[in-house]
């Protein structure tokens, strides 16, 4: 079956940076779109990026563009999320995402941008 499991999630000072890893199984990880999303407390959970394995082509929300860079190990079933200049605003968990037919979501990993 498919599973998504993020890891690298953490606490962080403004500027600073973290990079999250979802490991993904259960399906051809090479061929799908995958994304990023995050959810702020009491907030709507919003797309941050996707990336097109198949082609490569990647794109961010505004917010994150220039800061956060999404990439894929093929080899390795595995989706990350590189964050820099990390904001207080960018505290939310963070989820890895797939749509193949049915949308499947990992767990999510906790990112807190406190100083």
């Known amino acids: 079956q498919v599973q998504l499991v993020e890891s690298g999630g953490g606490l962080v000072q403004p500027g600073g940076s973290l990079r999250l890893s979802c490991a993904a199984s259960g399906f051809t990880f090479s061929v799908y779109d995958m994304s990023w999303y995050r959810q702020a407390p009491g907030k709507k959970r919003e797309l941050v990026a996707t990336i097109d394995n198949l082609h490569g082509s990647t794109n961010y929300a505004d917010s994150v563009r220039g800061r956060f860079t999404i990439s894929s190990d093929i080899a390795n079933n595995t989706l990350y999320l590189q964050m820099n200049s990390l904001q207080f605003e960018d505290t939310a968990v963070y989820y890895c995402?797939?749509?193949?037919?049915?949308?499947?979501w990992g767990r999510g990993s906790q990112v807190t941008v406190s100083s």
């Open positions: 995402h797939v749509q193949i037919i049915y949308t499947y």
